[in-house]
């Protein structure tokens, strides 16, 4: 099946420093991969939808400056939250739609946990 | 504007119990509708789907139909296992591949 991984699944931080999360289809290729954040006890929401070899699209309210998104391959878009700080934490999810796949389908990353201190 | 509502939990049953967990859905045009589940610790996994009205997703013993008529698609299993403990989202998409929207996830707890 399509498998997506997250690096790393947990990252402590202190505020003001910036944060690096990989995503990674392992064995298919993602034109497209998306960018969620899910805070306790609540939904998934959609922060940002990741083309390879194109910009982002952020969703309303996301600050792109902030939450930097680079999707320089088929099988890998990172998320980068700069000069982070303790309201950033929350739980960072990403997934994949398989091209070769149906066409209405994501497959998810198992997560990122950020805490920023 | 497109949204779900799906029922507060926690849900906790008993093993064996009948599972129900509703799911009802704003949107225009026609969306595709999911049921994603999260096990502790993992990330979301497709459960089921169904992507036009009155088709049935089923997985593992789980059912949903899609009603367009009172615009809901609730989740069922008639024999609940200790294995089912997760999180359940329901789920919209209106278009191909974009834009999943979630609903707020219903915990259940299934005792032995």
């Known amino acids: 099946g399509a498998v997506v991984s997250q690096h790393p699944s947990r990252v402590i931080c202190k505020s003001g420093t910036s944060v690096k999360i990989e995503c990674r289809s392992l064995d298919f290729q993602a034109t497209t991969m998306f960018w969620y954040r899910q805070f306790p006890k609540q939904s998934l929401m959609l922060m940002a939808t990741?083309?390879?070899?194109?910009?982002?699209?952020?969703e309303q309210g996301v600050e792109k400056d902030k939450f930097l998104i680079n999707h320089a391959s088929l099988t890998l878009s990172t998320l980068t939250v700069t000069s982070a700080h303790p309201e950033d934490s929350s739980f960072y999810i990403c997934?994949?739609?398989?091209?070769?796949?149906?066409?209405?389908?994501?497959?998810f990353g198992p997560g990122t946990r950020l805490t920023v201190l | 504007g497109n949204s779900v509502t799906q029922m507060e939990g926690p849900v906790t049953l008993s093993e064996e119990a009948f599972l129900t967990i509703n799911c009802t859905y704003t949107a225009t045009g026609y969306p595709s509708l999911f049921w994603y589940v999260q096990y502790p610790g993992e990330g979301l996994q497709l459960l089921l789907k169904?992507?036009?009205?009155?088709d049935k997703g089923s997985n593992k013993g789980f059912e949903a139909t899609y009603r367009k008529e009172t615009t809901s698609f609730h989740l069922e299993k008639g024999s609940v296992q200790v294995s089912d403990s997760a999180v359940y989202f329901c789920?919209?998409?209106?278009?191909?591949?974009?834009?999943?929207?979630f609903g707020a996830g219903t915990r259940l707890a299934v005792h032995p």
């Open positions: 169904a992507t036009k009205a009155d």
């Open positions: 789920a919209l998409s209106t278009g191909g591949y974009n834009k999943l929207i």
């Open positions: 997934s994949a739609h398989n091209e070769r796949g149906s066409t209405d389908t994501q497959y």
């Open positions: 990741s083309n390879e070899g194109s910009k982002a699209t952020y």
